[in-house]
């Protein structure tokens, strides 16, 4: 997650799993964003697709 800047649509798209199915899995887990995370400094990673 840290690798795309918490953005799920493009960790989803990386793992190839669908965005719903993420968010799953984070609530499952109880994954959170950095303290000091901020939407305004994300920057975004790459989207790798097949």
């Known amino acids: 997650m840290n690798l795309h800047g918490w953005n799920i649509s493009r960790a ?3 793992l190839q ?5 993420l968010h799953s899995k984070i609530k ?12 305004e400094a994300a920057r ?4 790798f697709r097949k």
Not at 28 to 39: A, I, M, R, T, W
Not at 44 to 47: D, L, Q, R, T
């Open 12 to 14: 989803a798209a990386q």
């Open 44 to 47: 975004p990673g790459p989207v």
């Open 28 to 39: 499952k887990y109880g994954l959170q964003p950095p303290e000091n995370h901020s939407q």
């Open 17 to 21: 799993i669908s965005r719903i199915t």
